[in-house]
């Protein structure tokens, strides 16, 4: 058997970071641009210089509504010297507007104390922005019962940034109740909160549930410890995932860039890659090297090689390691062996252990073993899996079964399938079966073709023949030669004998058993094509026949060179026949030796036919050993006669 070693190099985009909060500055400074609940959207449109100046004259004429406008207005211009008197002439006169923004221009000229107290006097006169400003101020000074109070007042004002700062207060507790606010910020067009909303209710939708009761994200099925559960139970996760695209969709057309990305992963899992492709770009666009990775990987897989290269090289450039390996592997294929180590190297730069395991790849690919070895054992310690799995490998081969085990295991464990039936192997050239079987059995349930063909043949050892036939056809379906051989041999044990050909009958459809024969002997496994060349004839049908047995024997097969040279024979093409008997009478073949020495009888050829006698009674069986003697008995009797 062969240890399963070096295969898949490239893994491609993972999970995304859930959770990206907005620091207290941003949302303070969000505030400053939506405050003065009645007048300040007055300013957001009468920003020209006439305007201001009115306002300005007004001010100075002791306007207090005039005054908090120009002080707003100065205040988005960051003329902070300018907008303090008239912010503070208009607190002076009641204005909570003013008050609130007072509260921000002191935070950030640095008095957040001070801010604070303006900000606590608006938001008791019921400025939903003040209330949310000063309940960021508590927070950040970790007065959480303080904070929550104030956001929470902002919340229910329907403020969007007071509801989506209390559901990341709430979030971090681990509340439930974080949900219902982070749905208020969402409704109001907050596209941070609904993003985090749809990730909540995505990972709600596909996480299975704690409990007796949890949902088959491949199946779609809600299970319980006895099965599944009723069918009617599969809308939960199914509604779920939508709603979370919506809201995916709401935060990606407001501009934000994850969001976009993750919308793209969903539209790729689904197979929708044209729009897929188009939020990848659009997510790219804005800076997010996530997004410029998994375009690259979709016009790669479209046939645009050079697209996805361009795409990938700005992935890489902004430090994404996946984009990096792809871009290795890329010109690893190129046969641009340097170029393509710089770029695993700049993987392994960014954080990203594939770029180790890719390097070891590389090495090996070139039979730098120490190299290779150095470079697996850095991904393993670092917890590759499949790359403990290689290097195990790599010191079983070099005759080191002690050292490589406790990799092999250590893959296994993390969940490697190659490393299990690696175990399987090893145990099994130990010649302990039975844990070699439990190693087998568990990479064969994770689908490992080769390891489900060892069940087989071991339930096939111990007499179960249901369960061989179950994992047989696992491992013929996964493309095994052997197990799909194996799988007719024993649907043809189960066939009745067939009777007497009837003139007129029609022709005999294929068995099963039969298409699993061809389905092996299109793989090149000669013995399933002698066993199709041999129902073929039995049928009826020599071309077919005459088809599989010759290319049985062209790949080595005595029993299929042998058949041939029968077939020939009957059809009259005894000089040919003798050629095939002859490679297989050298390949050890009884029977053929034999049928030569018979040939040669016939042909008065008697030195000739007691040669092939003694090759006969050589190679056996008993029956033909014991035919061929008393061929050259008489053949000896006729010479000395």
């Known amino acids: ?118 900000w606590r006097v608006a938001a008791v006169a019921g400025s939903a922005p003040a209330a949310h400003a000063l309940g960021r101020h508590h927070r950040e000074r970790g007065d959480e019962p303080g904070a929550e109070y104030w956001l929470r007042q902002s919340a229910e004002q329907g403020h969007a940034l007071g509801a989506y700062a209390l559901a990341d207060l709430l979030e971090h507790r681990s509340d439930v109740g974080a949900e219902r606010w982070l749905r208020a910020a969402a409704e109001q067009g907050h596209r941070e909160a609904a993003y985090r909303l749809a990730l ?84 790219a666009k804005d800076g997010e090297a996530k997004a410029a990775c998994a375009l690259g990987f979709l016009l790669r897989d479209a046939g645009d090689e050079e697209s996805a290269a361009v795409w990938w090289l700005r992935a890489a450039q902004d430090g994404d390691g996946n984009a990096a390996n ?34 070891g790849l590389l090495c090996a690919a070139q039979e730098r073993t120490t190299q290779a070895e150095q470079w697996y054992r ?62 087998y059995e568990r990479a064969a349930a994770a689908g490992h073709t080769e390891a489900a063909l060892q069940v087989g043949i071991a339930c096939l050892r111990d007499g179960d023949e249901q369960g061989a036939e ?16 194996r799988l007719a041999s024993v649907l043809d044990a189960r066939r009745p004998e067939p009777g007497p050909p009837v003139l007129g009958a029609p022709r005999e459809e294929k068995s099963e058993c039969e298409e699993w024969y061809e389905r092996a002997a299109q793989q090149g496994h000669r013995r399933a094509q002698v066993r199709v060349g041999m129902l073929a004839a039995g049928r009826g049908d020599v071309a077919e026949a005459a088809r599989w047995y010759r290319e049985a024997a062209e790949a080595g097969s005595r029993n299929g060179a042998f058949n041939l040279g029968l077939l020939l024979a009957r059809e009259g093409g005894e ?26 009888a016939r042909r008065g050829e008697l030195t000739e036919g007691r040669r092939w006698c003694a090759r006969a009674v050589e190679l056996g069986p008993a029956e033909v050993a014991e035919r061929a003697a008393r061929l050259s008995e008489a053949l000896h009797q006729e010479l000395t006669a």
């Not at 009723?230 to 996760?237: F, I, L, N, R, T």
């Not at 990606?252 to 919308?263: C, D, I, P, T, V």
């Not at 890329?330 to 990203?352: I, P, S």
């Open 200 to 283: 909540s209710m995505e990972r709600r939708a596909t996480e299975p549930a704690r409990g007796p009761h949890s949902y088959d994200t491949a199946t779609g099925l809600r299970t319980t410890a006895d099965g599944p559960a009723p069918a009617g139970d599969a809308a939960a996760p199914k509604s779920g995932l939508t709603e979370a695209e919506q809201w995916f969709r709401q935060a990606a057309a407001r501009g934000h860039r994850r969001a976009a990305l993750h919308l793209g992963v969903l539209l790729e899992k689904r197979g929708e890659l044209k729009e897929a492709g188009r939020w990848y770009l659009t997510s």
């Open 470 to 485: 179950r994992h047989l056809r696992c491992a013929a379906g996964g493309g095994s030669a052997e197990a799909a051989f």
């Open 575 to 600: 000089r040919e026949a003798a050629l095939w008997w002859t490679r297989a009478a050298h390949a050890g073949h009884g029977r053929a030796a034999l049928r030569l020495a018979l040939l040669a």
């Open 378 to 439: 850095r991904a393993a310690y670092a917890g590759h899996r499949e790359a403990a799995n290689a290097l195990a490998v790599l010191l079983l081969q070099a005759g080191d079964a002690g050292g490589a085990e406790p990799w092999f295991s250590k893959a296994a464990e993390a969940g490697s399938v190659d490393a299990a039936f690696n175990l399987g192997i090893l145990h099994a050239g130990r010649d302990d079966d039975r844990t070699a079987l439990s190693w």
């Open 1 to 118: 058997m062969v240890f399963m070693g070096d295969r898949a190099t490239l893994l491609e985009t993972g999970r995304f970071v859930q959770r990206h909060p907005r620091n207290a500055a941003d949302d303070i400074i969000e505030a400053a641009g939506a405050v003065g609940e009645t007048v300040d959207t007055t300013a957001d449109h009468e920003n020209d210089a006439e305007t201001e100046a009115r306002h300005r004259r007004a001010a100075e004429n002791g306007d207090a509504a005039s005054m908090s406008v120009l002080g707003a207005l100065l205040l988005r211009r960051g003329d902070l010297d300018g907008a303090e008197p008239y912010l503070r002439g208009a607190t002076a006169e009641g204005d909570r507007a003013a008050a609130n923004n007072l509260g921000v221009l002191l935070h950030q000229r640095g008095y957040p104390d001070e801010a604070a107290g303006w």
């Open 326 to 359: 792809a871009l290795g592997a890329l010109h690893a294929a190129r046969g641009e062996q340097q170029t393509a180590e710089r770029w695993y190297r700049a993987a392994m730069d960014a954080g990203d252990v594939n770029g180790a395991y890719n390097l």
